[in-house]
C-alpha cells in the first residue's frame, strides 16, 4: 500500500465496479450515487424493477457504466443466475449487501413463512451474495472488498415486534467476522455497517403504521428521545461511511462494525 497516495486517489472508486442490492431507494440509491460519483461501475439489484430503472436513469449523468438487474434475493436461484450472468473477467471489485426488510410481526405471532422470507432477504441473500463474490475473487487471485449491512437493533434490541429481522442482522454481524477472518489472507476485506434511526422510503412506511400501533409510538418517542445528535439521520450519511469502506481510505480494516446510528448505541 502506497502510504503516500493522494487523498483524491485513495478515496476515489475509478475502474472499479461494484454490485449494490437493495439499489433501488434508500440507503441502497444513495450509495449507488455516492459510487457512481467516485468513478465506480456498477450493478444495481433489486425486486422493483421501476425503481431501479428510474435511479439508473437520474444517474445516466455519470461516466460509469450502471446496470440495472431486477431480481428477488430471497430465491437463490436468481442470484446464481445473476452471477453466472457476468462475463468471465468482468467480477466486481466491492459488494455491498444492503436489501433488507423489516415487517412488524410478534414473536407469538410469526408463522414460518414470515421468518423464511425475512431470513432469506436479510441473511441468506447476504450468505450467496458474499460467496460467489469470493469465489470469483479468489479464482482470478484478486482481492475486494465486501460492506455488509446490519441493523443496531442487532447489538441492541429496542423496537418491538422485530425479533425475527434482529436475529437476522445479527447473522450478518457474525458472517462478515467469519469471511474477514477466513479470507483477509486472500486480501479479501469485509465490514459491516449497523445503521439506526436513518429516514428513508421503508422507515417512513414504518412510522406510517406506528399510527396504529400505541406501542411503536412510544418505541418512537423513546428512540429520538434517546438520540445523542438529537435527530434522525439520513441515507446519505450511511452512503458516505459505506463509500469509505470500500475505498483504499480503510486499507487496514477488516471485519469491523461500525454504528452510524447518531450515538444511539453510546447512550
Not at 425479533?163 to 462478515?176: F, P
Amino acid at each position: 500500500m502506497d502510504e503516500n497516495k493522494p487523498l483524491i486517489e485513495l478515496i476515489s472508486l475509478a475502474g472499479k465496479t461494484a454490485v449494490i442490492t437493495g439499489a433501488a431507494a434508500g440507503m441502497g440509491e444513495a450509495t449507488a450515487r455516492r459510487f457512481a460519483e467516485s468513478g465506480a461501475n456498477l450493478h444495481l439489484l433489486d425486486i422493483d424493477e421501476a425503481g431501479v430503472a428510474a435511479v439508473t436513469q437520474s444517474l445516466a449523468h455519470c461516466p460509469v457504466r450502471i446496470t440495472p438487474h431486477t431480481l428477488d434475493l430471497s430465491q437463490k436461484s436468481e442470484i446464481d443466475t445473476f452471477w453466472e450472468g457476468l462475463a468471465e473477467g468482468a467480477e466486481p471489485d466491492i459488494i455491498v449487501n444492503n436489501a433488507g426488510i423489516f415487517p412488524f410481526r410478534d414473536f407469538l405471532e410469526t408463522d414460518e413463512a414470515l421468518l423464511q422470507k425475512v431470513t432469506d432477504i436479510n441473511f441468506t441473500a447476504v450468505y450467496w451474495m458474499c460467496q460467489h463474490f469470493i469465489r470469483r475473487r479468489k479464482q482470478n487471485k484478486q482481492s475486494g472488498v465486501i460492506v455488509n449491512v446490519s441493523s443496531i437493533e442487532a447489538h441492541l434490541p429496542f423496537k418491538e415486534d422485530l425479533a425475527h429481522y434482529t436475529t437476522g442482522k445479527a447473522a450478518v454481524i457474525a458472517l462478515t467476522r467469519a469471511l474477514a477472518r477466513d479470507y483477509g489472507r486472500s486480501g479479501i476485506r469485509a465490514n459491516v455497517i449497523l445503521p439506526g434511526g436513518i429516514v428513508t422510503q421503508g422507515t417512513k412506511a414504518a412510522a406510517r403504521q406506528a399510527w396504529k400501533s400505541p406501542g411503536l409510538i412510544k418505541d418512537g418517542i423513546n428512540f429520538k428521545a434517546r438520540l445523542p445528535l438529537g435527530r434522525m439521520g439520513h441515507a446519505d450519511e450511511v452512503a458516505r461511511v459505506t463509500l469509505i469502506l470500500a475505498s483504499d481510505l480503510t486499507s487496514y480494516m477488516t471485519g469491523a462494525a461500525i454504528p452510524v446510528d447518531g450515538g444511539f448505541l453510546s447512550a
